[in-house]
């Protein structure tokens, strides 16, 4: 299994950038997919999560609700995490992460996103 997670970047405060993430390797319409990310020097927190098939089967950390969505494209293969009135406070490197059972069994590698000034 393959994640590769792309799009990260500097971006300011208040902006907007959308990171990608492509699957293989596995069944990808099955699995129920995250985003979780880690800032320097604290542990890794989940941000969201899409179900198999997305649509209402979404959730979010309070932290980025209303802020942040995710989505996927089962054709593609890809899941998305589109961060809008981005904060510095945002700034980590994001994982994607596919469900395997019950838990985050696959991880990718991370992209990095600054959100400053």
């Known amino acids: 299994v393959q994640l590769q997670a792309s799009g990260g970047g500097l971006v300011q405060p208040g902006g907007s950038l959308r990171v990608s993430c492509a699957a293989s390797g596995l069944t990808f319409s099955s699995n129920a997919m995250g985003w979780f990310r880690q800032a320097p020097g604290k542990e890794r927190e989940f941000v969201a999560g899409?179900?198999?098939?997305?649509?209402?089967?979404?959730y979010y950390a309070d932290s980025v609700k209303g802020r942040f969505t995710i989505s996927r494209d089962n054709a593609k293969n890809t899941v998305y995490l589109q961060m809008n009135s981005l904060k510095a406070e945002d700034t980590a490197v994001y994982y994607c992460?596919?469900?395997?059972?019950?838990?985050?069994?696959?991880w990718g590698q991370g992209t990095l996103v600054t959100v400053s000034s």
């Open positions: 899409i179900g198999w098939s997305g649509g209402s089967t979404v």
């Open positions: 992460a596919a469900k395997s059972g019950a838990l985050y069994g696959y």
